[in-house]
Structure formats: C-alpha cells, structure tokens
C-alpha cells in the first residue's frame, strides 16, 4: 500500500518575512525528509479550491480579503499573520489539497492522505484569518465530506500543542462533525476548556505545560479515543501539528516521534473499525525542523499501518 501525499510549490512561495516560526524551510523540511524516507508516496499536486467550497465555512468579506487584495507587498491580517503576495495561490491550494484527498479517500482511490501544505488551518474562523492560518484546511475538507460525500458522521481529531478554536468555533453547533483533541493549557488561542462541549460534539482535553509521552498516551486512551470510537466516525480528518514535540520552541509538551506514531496507530485501528480506514490528515503547526522531520515521518508511517520505533528523525 502507498500513501497519496497531496503538495504544492505554492505552499512554499507563501512569505512570512523574516524570523517567523512559520516559514517556507517547514515544509521544505517536511517534503525533503518524506522523499528521502518514504519512497513509496504516491505524490500528487494539490489542486485549489474554488471560492464556492471555501463558503461552506468562511465569510464572503474574509474569501475578499485573502483573495482580492491585489497586495504587492506583504501585510498583516493579525499581529501573527502575513499574507504576502505568494500567499493566495498558496491558501487556495492548501485548502484544496483536503478537498481532493477527501474525494481520493471517498472514491477508495486509497485509503489513507496526508497533505503536507502551509499555511495551517486550524485557528482560522469563519470569519476570521488568525494564528498563522488564512483558510481553514481541515475544516474545508470536512464541510467537504458532509456536502458533496453526504456523510453524517465525520471526526475532525487535533492533535496540535494549540487548541483548534477556529475549527471548534465552525464546527460547534454541527452535530454531523465532532471535533476532539487535547492541546496545552494555559496557551494561545486560550480557548478549549473542558466545558466546551458545542452540541455535545466537542471534546476538549487541556493538558499542562510539560505533558509527556506516558501522560499524553493515558489522556488520549482514557478520555478521548474512547469518545471517538463511540461516535464511529465514516471519516477521519487529522489536524496533525508537531508542536507538542518537546524540541519545538513555541510550546512545552515532552512528546517524541514513537508518540505521535501510537496516537496515529491508535486512529488507524478506529479508522479501520468504522471508516473504511479512511483516514485524510493535513500538517498544521510544528516549529522546529528536525522535530518536524521525525514527526512526520511517524505519523506517514503510522497511517500506512506499520510499527514505528521512536527516535527516527533523518540526520
Ligand atoms: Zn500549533
């Protein structure tokens, strides 16, 4: 079995100036070490997405400014994000990476996506670019899966250091889409306390600075897979961050790769339970490059089925 990975050049053109965690050498990093490793990814280009699946979850006024703005130069939407002149095509293709991994998956093309596309998604809201994110990637592809797929049952899981409230804040009165994850806490965006239960299809685990791989792996096993497997998703879209790798210098969890490989197998069997296997996961944060290499590089091989030992970050 191969996985599909959906990419574009464009996602690298789009500039976040100098000295932002969020820059180009990411996925740069991400794509190198999947080549080098994975020689058996099946790559596609991410087509984009047209203004008709963006409006499904964003406003008309945001799709203007991120679209239409015709800037020469970079701008700044939110104190922490840029749109440069790069940064349409770029969003556009991001956003539309989930649609067609979404359709790959539906038409049992393959089984299971990653699209390793910036900028992330998770923290923009309907109505608002935030956060590093313009578009909102997963959610995109989930409203996606309802509309042209019709599912009724589609698991959005988050497994970002950073709580997903642009995600939430779309999703929380669609009891079609759960959306699940844990995130650190206290942290930027501040929002996903415990109470935050939508129409009881939000499921939010804070953990504290200083999470590890034993305290990570209980949370998940006690509290949210157990929550996930009873919703029997028809489809699974991962919001995949790196950044609770306790290299990564924007938050302070203590996880490596073989825990990001057990969280992925763990979905993996969910997946195949109730799913099909379907499984269609998008990169969102993750800021140190070498911690960013080994985690993605457990997860690819986690969603393909196969044990992976931690520590495999290329030299
Ligand atoms: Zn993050």
Known sequence: MSLRVYTHSACIAH???????????RLGAVIQALRDQM????????PRATRGQLLRVHSEALLRAVLDSGAT????????????PESPEAALRAAGSGIAAVDAVMAAEVPVAFCAVRPPG???????????????????????????HGLDRVAIVDFDVHHGNGTQAIFEAEPRVMYLGSHQAPLFPGTGARDERGVGNLVNLPLPAGTGGRAFREAWSER??????????????????????WRDPLAQFQLDGGDFAWLTGELHAIAARHAAGRIVSTLEGGYDLRALQEGVLAHARALLGAPVSPGQAPE
Do not use: K
Request: hydrophobic share 40%; charged share 20%.
């Open 73 to 84: 130069e970079s701008m700044r939407l939110d104190p922490d994000t840029v749109l440069s």
């Open 122 to 148: 998770h923290h923009a809201t309907g109505g608002e670019a935030m956060g590093f994110c313009l578009f909102n990637n997963v959610a995109v592809a989930a409203a996606h899966a309802l509309e042209r």
């Open 39 to 46: 020689p058996e990814i099946d790559w596609h280009e991410a």
């Open 224 to 245: 949210l897979l157990p929550e996930l497997d009873a919703f029997q998703p028809q489809l699974l879209l991962v919001s995949a961050g790196f950044d609770a790798h």
């Open 15 to 25: 500039a976040t100036g100098e000295g932002h965690p969020e820059r180009p050498e």
